[in-house]
């Protein structure tokens, strides 16, 4: 592959890890896992957003740090490393879980973050509809996940958009899985593996799985 560093995205419950895991299985590759439910705020959150918001969004985002700076640098680089978050996604929670106040000083970490790490060569957008999302999430059963809405889904996803229309400095690759379970449907992951082992040029691409 021409790159050596791709981050998959895509909102809750789309089944990012499921899908780098899969890939990891064939490809030569080091996969850089998000620990997210070692986040001690997570629970907090859920049930009281408002009071633990900032304490939530500050720990991912001092943990996400460590974890990518460790594992991701230039010269530690094996054929392709391969994470299931991007560092932005930071930003774009914080935007979403927020107040002003707090997203000026979160903000102000993040940026300092940001400038001292690799940036991915090719990000992938995994794609769903909000009602495959909720029935994922359904499926999981986290007990803390359950009263996610559709309204604060709508809204990670239009903030990662919102994105993809600003940043055309690197290729984004979106894949829409809506009609697929990928975890299940070899071919539709024979598809997807497809087009990730692709090159791209900058900007979007969008396909139908």
Same mark, same amino acid.
């Given at each position: 592959? &021409?790159? =050596?560093?791709?981050?998959?995205?895509?909102?809750?419950?789309?089944?990012?890890?499921?899908? #780098?895991?899969?890939?990891?299985?064939?490809?030569?590759?080091?996969? #850089?896992?998000?620990?997210? /439910?070692?986040?001690?705020?997570?629970?907090?959150?859920?049930?009281?957003?408002?009071?633990?918001?900032?304490?939530?969004?500050? *720990?991912?985002?001092?943990?996400?740090? =460590? =974890?990518?700076?460790?594992?991701?640098?230039?010269?530690?680089?094996?054929?392709?490393?391969?994470?299931?978050? *991007?560092?932005?996604?930071?930003? *774009?929670?914080?935007?979403?879980?927020?107040?002003?106040?707090?997203?000026?000083?979160?903000?102000?970490?993040?940026?300092?973050?940001?400038? $001292?790490? #690799?940036?991915? /060569?090719?990000?992938?957008?995994?794609?769903?509809?909000? %009602?495959? @999302?909720?029935?994922?999430?359904?499926?999981?059963?986290?007990?803390?996940?359950? %009263?996610?809405?559709?309204?604060?889904?709508?809204?990670?996803? $239009?903030?990662?958009?919102?994105?993809? &229309?600003?940043?055309?400095?690197?290729?984004?690759?979106? @894949?829409?899985?809506?009609?697929?379970?990928?975890?299940?449907?070899?071919?539709? *992951?024979?598809?997807?593996? /497809? @087009?990730?082992?692709?090159?791209?040029?900058?900007? #979007?691409?969008?396909?139908?799985?």
């Amino acid at each position: 592959m &021409k790159y =050596q560093y791709i981050s998959v995205e895509g909102n809750i419950g789309v089944g990012k890890t499921t899908f #780098v895991n899969m890939l990891s299985q064939h490809l030569d590759c080091k996969l #850089v896992l998000e620990q997210f /439910e070692d986040n001690p705020f997570l629970k907090k959150f859920y049930e009281h957003p408002d009071r633990y918001a900032l304490s939530l969004e500050m *720990f991912f985002m001092a943990e996400r740090f =460590q =974890q990518l700076s460790e594992s991701i640098s230039p010269e530690l680089f094996s054929p392709l490393v391969i994470s299931d978050y *991007f560092f932005m996604k930071s930003k *774009f929670f914080a935007m979403n879980n927020l107040s002003d106040e707090e997203l000026i000083l979160f903000n102000r970490f993040a940026d300092i973050a940001l400038n $001292n790490l #690799v940036v991915p /060569e090719l990000l992938v957008y995994l794609h769903s509809s909000l %009602d495959r @999302l909720q029935e994922n999430i359904s499926h999981r059963s986290r007990s803390y996940e359950k %009263d996610i809405s559709n309204d604060y889904l709508l809204n990670i996803q $239009n903030i990662y958009f919102d994105f993809f &229309k600003m940043d055309r400095s690197f290729p984004i690759l979106i @894949l829409d899985v809506e009609n697929v379970d990928f975890a299940k449907d070899q071919k539709a *992951f024979d598809k997807m593996k /497809e @087009l990730f082992m692709k090159t791209y040029t900058p900007g #979007v691409h969008r396909f139908k799985i």
